[in-house]
T-cell receptor
Framework: AQKVTQAQTEISVVEKEDVTLDCVYE???????LFWYKQPPSGELVFLIR??????QNEISGRYSWNFQKSTSSFNFTITASQVVDSAVYFC????????????FGTGTRLTIIP | GAVVSQHPSRVICKSGTSVKIECRSL??????MFWYRQFPKQSLMLMAT?????????EQGVEKDKFLINHASLTLSTLTVTSAHPEDSSFYIC????????????FGQGTRLTVV
């Protein structure tokens, strides 16, 4: 069975601070994909990143960066110099690449950026 | 990324009536569509998986006679909540994928259903 754990239920930081959202996963698959999605108050899910289990390189996209550590089954997400527009619920998700396309979501982390 | 359009975004209906939610892939063929349900401040829970032209596969605990899913074409899937009750009030969101392209799933905007 697959499982995604986001231990941080809610986080609040002051604008311009850096913040890291944790994600730990469990899977028996040797090949899988990890995702991060952002859900603003309007409700839609905004895709942020997809990472293949074979690719452990960290990735940076503007103020966003991701740290994939296969040894600890973690895929953490860092926002640098946070902005009020970053306030949202962030979901980490896992998908097997063995033909079954369904996503297993974590419980989400509600991030509030205080101006 | 690809676009999935979901309608309506909000709906209020009376208890006992049925509500249909549409999910369309606008610029790709969604051979597989997923329907999720999200309660306030909770995660997304998969309700069912549908493949075009075949019956949907429901997750354990989801009543297939209450949540009717149709995926008659490669660009349209519908979820009908039959005989809705207040406990069916929730946020429903669909996603579409084309597995042969091995991309991420693309999500609709979601539908907030309120049954009064």
């Amino acid at each position: 069975a697959q499982k995604v754990t986001q231990a941080q239920t809610e986080i609040s930081v002051v604008e311009k601070e850096d913040v890291t959202l944790d994600c730990v996963y469990e899977t028996r698959d040797t090949t899988y994909y990890l995702f991060w999605y952002k859900q603003p108050p309007s409700g839609e899910l905004v895709f942020l990143i997809r990472r293949n289990s074979f690719d452990e390189q960290n990735e940076i996209s503007g103020r966003y960066s991701w740290n994939f550590q296969k040894s600890t089954s973690s895929f953490n997400f860092t926002i640098t110099a946070s902005q009020v527009v970053d306030s949202a619920v962030y979901f980490c998700a896992l998908r097997s690449s063995l033909g079954n396309e369904k996503l297993t979501f974590g419980t989400g982390t509600r991030l509030t950026i205080i101006p | 990324g690809a676009v999935v359009s979901q309608h309506p975004s909000r709906v209020i209906c009376k208890s006992g009536t049925s509500v249909k939610i549409e999910c369309r892939s606008l610029d790709f063929q969604a051979t597989t569509m997923f329907w999720y349900r999200q309660f306030p401040k909770q995660s997304l829970m998969l309700m069912a998986t549908s493949n075009e032209g075949s019956k949907a596969t429901y997750e354990q605990g989801v009543e297939k006679d209450k949540f009717l899913i149709n995926h008659a074409s490669l660009t349209l899937s519908t979820l009908t909540v039959t005989s809705a009750h207040p406990e069916d009030s929730s946020f429903y969101i669909c996603s579409g994928t084309q597995p042969t392209l091995n991309t991420e799933a693309f999500f609709g905007q979601g539908t907030r259903l309120t049954v009064v």
